[in-house]
């Protein structure tokens, strides 16, 4: 069984940056893709950045260039560096490990394993 923790959420003003930490227990965060998704109030859940097996990373056009993916494999922990937040990146952030590999990495049918999330608000 794989238990996902998320942490580092808060309430910051535009421009400024936060980390996520998502903590994986059961099965190691390098034996499979992980991402993060967002959810906000009203909206569908979106994909967000993802990490492979051998570290190759991808992005959503939205967060491009602010946003970095990263894992540590001794801490068996996935991050999600934020900056230059903005108001439209206000979401519930989840932490997901996929299970299914049919193409479709940005659709959250792919993952298997989901955290509780972590609230990120950006104030304006």
């Known amino acids: 069984q794989v238990q996902l923790v998320e942490s580092g959420g808060g309430l910051v003003q535009a421009g400024a940056s936060l980390r996520l930490s998502c903590a994986a227990s059961g099965r190691s965060v390098s034996s499979a893709t992980m991402a993060w998704f967002r959810q906000a109030p009203g909206k569908e859940r979106v994909f967000v950045a993802l990490?492979?097996?051998?570290?190759?990373?991808n992005y959503a056009d939205s967060v491009k260039g602010r946003f970095t993916i990263s894992r540590d494999n001794a801490k068996n922990t996935v991050y999600l560096q934020m900056n230059s937040l903005k108001p439209e990146d206000t979401a519930v952030y989840y932490c997901a490990r996929r299970g299914r590999y049919s193409g479709r990495f940005y659709e959250g049918t792919e993952y298997d394993y989901w955290g509780q999330g972590t609230q990120v608000t950006v104030s304006s």
């Open positions: 990490i492979t097996q051998v570290s190759s990373t």
